[in-house]
T-cell receptor
Framework: NAGVTQTPKFQVLKTGQSMTLQCAQD?????MSWYRQDPGMGLRLIHY???????DQGEVPNGYNVSRSTTEDFPLRLLSAAPSQTSVYFC????????????????FGSGTRLTVV | SQQGEEDPQALSIQEGENATMNCSYK?????LQWYRQNSGRGLVHLIL?????REKHSGRLRVTLDTSKKSSSLLITASRAADTASYFC????????????FGSGTRLQVQP
């Protein structure tokens, strides 16, 4: 299994450009989420999804959009890139063991390092 | 905002010593998880403890949870140079949200 796959690994954007960060998982996980990590800090939640067709905002959603049309994919769109969005972006997925309510830990992708100039 | 603080922010020990990291959080939780991040890499899940559990072990890892104090600790016994990394606690299920809320992390350096 590939786990959680993020593309691209690196990206440089000019201010005002838009782009989509891709995230795909092959574990049939219902929960997916996007985080950003700024230097020397922990991760902050941008958006999350509890299943196909269901998304919600996290702590720092401004400037980002998401959609979840399938269980596998959870793309993150930057609408108009700003230097403040320079960061490393991580996608993660998880699930609950069926019939037990027991939660699993999250599997993270390897990240996308984004620079906005 | 971050869920809480981790203490200490940085820790340097010798190989073979134990490392203890503490984490505090602010709201009710489903579970609390610990992750390791090697420099420039993604996060790796280490251990999960549910809100109705008080202690959990996995190999050289021991996690405790005190929901009355909203705090957790991670103990790594007999540390190795390969344990050098940043360690983050994260809570899941905060206010019904199924996503992680992270602490600020502890940078652990294990000297050979």
């Amino acid at each position: 299994n590939a786990g959680v796959t993020q593309t691209p690994k690196f990206q440089v954007l000019k201010t005002g450009q838009s782009m989509t960060l891709q995230c795909a998982q092959d574990m049939n996980h219902e929960y997916m989420s996007w985080y950003r990590q700024d230097p020397g800090m922990g991760l902050r939640l941008i958006h999350y999804s509890v299943g196909a067709g269901i998304t919600d905002q996290g702590e720092v959603p401004n400037g980002y959009n998401v959609s979840r049309s399938t269980t596998e994919d959870f793309p993150l769109r930057l609408l108009s890139a700003a230097p403040s969005q320079t960061s490393v972006y991580f996608c993660a997925s998880s699930s609950t063991r069926p019939g037990t309510g027991v939660d699993y830990g999250y599997t993270f992708g390897s990240g996308t390092r984004l620079t906005v100039v | 905002s971050q869920q809480g603080e981790e203490d200490p922010q940085a820790l340097s020990i010798q190989e073979g010593e134990n490392a203890t990291m503490n984490c505090s959080y602010k709201t009710s939780i489903n579970n609390l998880q610990w992750y390791r991040q090697n420099s420039g890499r993604g996060l790796v899940h280490l251990i999960l403890i549910r809100s109705n559990e008080r202690e959990k072990h996995s190999g050289r890892l021991r996690v405790t949870l005190d929901t009355s104090k909203k705090s957790s600790s991670l103990l790594i016994t007999a540390s190795r140079a390969a344990d050098t990394a940043s360690y983050f606690c994260a809570t899941d299920g905060t206010t019904g949200r199924r996503a992680l809320t992270f602490g600020s992390g502890t940078r652990l350096q294990v000297q050979p």
